[in-house]
Every structure is written in structure tokens, then in C-alpha cells.
């Protein structure tokens, strides 16, 4: 048996604020990183961060810090 349209929209919209909460802990532990990689204070970090809006630069951005951040050590 079929859920109802209203069921459906429930568990949509259910799935959907899981996914979102799921993507707000992702862009989280990201910044925390690109904190402690960027070598700056956490005003200044969630300034520059939150410019960067595309997820392919913030990830290129975080993969050449910490690299950099290896290579000093």
C-alpha cells in the first residue's frame, strides 16, 4: 500500500533536514580545519571561509594548506 501524498511529503521533507543537518556538520568540521590550517584567528578565518563559496575551491584551498602544513613539518 501507498503511503498518502501527505506521508510522502512528511518523509521528504524529513529526508531533506537530515541531509541539510548533515551538510552543516560537513561545512563545520571544514571550517574547524581551515582554522587551524590557515594559520589565522577564527574572526579572520570566518571571514575569509565564508567568501569562498564554492565547495571545489574551499576543498582545493584546505588540500594546499594542509600540504603546505605537512611540508613545514
Given at each position: 500500500?501507498?503511503?498518502?501524498?501527505?506521508?510522502?511529503?512528511?518523509?521528504?521533507?524529513?529526508?531533506?533536514?537530515?541531509?541539510?543537518?548533515?551538510?552543516?556538520?560537513?561545512e563545520?568540521?571544514?571550517?574547524?580545519?581551515?582554522?587551524?590550517?590557515?594559520?589565522?584567528?577564527?574572526?579572520?578565518?570566518?571571514?575569509?571561509?565564508?567568501?569562498?563559496?564554492?565547495l571545489?575551491?574551499?576543498?582545493?584551498?584546505?588540500?594546499?594548506?594542509r600540504?603546505?602544513?605537512?611540508?613545514?613539518?
Amino acid at each position: 500500500m501507498r503511503d498518502s501524498p501527505k506521508i510522502q511529503t512528511e518523509k521528504f521533507m524529513s529526508a531533506v533536514g537530515r541531509g541539510l543537518r548533515t551538510w552543516t556538520k560537513i561545512e563545520n568540521a571544514m571550517f574547524l580545519l581551515f582554522t587551524q590550517v590557515s594559520g589565522t584567528d577564527q574572526h579572520r578565518a570566518t571571514l575569509i571561509f565564508a567568501a569562498i563559496i564554492s565547495l571545489e575551491v574551499r576543498l582545493s584551498i584546505l588540500n594546499t594548506l594542509r600540504q603546505t602544513d605537512k611540508a613545514e613539518v
